[in-house]
């Protein structure tokens, strides 16, 4: 498969997780290396060529597209999927798709993980009419894990277990057939493509950060004080 020049980055939650530091604005622009999280995605995003990402917005939705802009000043065009009511995390995918320009193999980011995922070799992995997960060893908050790997296939059963890392490469062609505009989990095709042999995988034992939860936050900004990119 191709390498992928455009990307969904998810960044519509309410991130209730973080209690009272997203009462005023979105998780996505919580402060993490001197720059909001999203910035550092978009960066990395950019990195390896992706030029086209939309960005699916919710809570203080107009805050984030402010900030933002339309992407020049990160060499990325950026297109927004506003959502009136939540759409989880597929049917965001799938709405936010309709935004982008072009056809072809696109990364999934959620906006509240840094890491340095190698998105070329990930896209390496996904299969014609599929899907390929990066997966990480579990963090504390999640020690039962998510999938299995069974050589380069993602597994519900086997061990050890491992967590989904909020970053993905998946055909378009999988979400042709699936609703827009409708509330519906990532989860429910990730599945019908591991039934299929569909949904390959590969473990990631270098930089994740998972922001989503105060303490977490906290160790993010002290380790990426110096910048994002001297990390990854």
């Not at 455009?6 to 009272?20: N, P």
């Not at 936010?96 to 340095?116: I, K, Q, Y």
């Not at 039934?195 to 380790?223: E, F, K």
Request: one cysteine or more.
């Amino acid at each position: 498969m191709m390498l992928p020049d455009r990307a969904v980055i998810l960044a519509a939650g309410l991130g209730t997780r973080l209690k009272w530091l997203t009462h005023g604005k979105p998780k996505a622009l919580m402060n993490v290396g001197g720059v909001p999280a999203i910035v550092q995605v978009i960066r990395r995003l950019a990195g390896f060529g992706i030029r086209d990402i939309a960005v699916n917005v919710h809570h203080h939705a107009g805050l984030l597209m402010d900030e933002l802009g339309d992407g020049s000043r990160f060499g990325v065009n950026l297109f927004y999927s506003p959502e009136k009511t939540l759409l989880d995390s597929g049917g965001g995918v799938r709405t936010a798709l309709e935004r982008l320009p072009g056809e072809g193999p696109f990364v999934v980011h959620n906006a509240d993980v840094l890491a340095d995922i190698d998105l070329d070799r990930l896209a390496g992995l996904c299969p014609a009419g599929g899907c390929a997960l990066a997966l990480v060893p579990n963090p504390a908050h999640h020690p039962a894990g998510d999938f299995a790997l069974a050589g380069q296939q993602v597994c519900d059963s086997g061990e050890p277990r491992f967590t989904y890392a909020g970053v993905s490469v998946w055909d378009d062609a999988v979400f042709r057939s699936l609703p827009a505009n409708e509330a519906w989990p990532l989860v429910q095709p990730i599945r019908q493509l591991q039934g299929q042999g569909l949904c390959h995988g590969m473990l990631h034992r270098g930089v994740w950060l998972d922001i989503g939860r105060p303490q977490d936050l906290m160790r993010a900004r002290r380790l990426l004080t110096i910048g994002y990119n001297a990390v990854g």
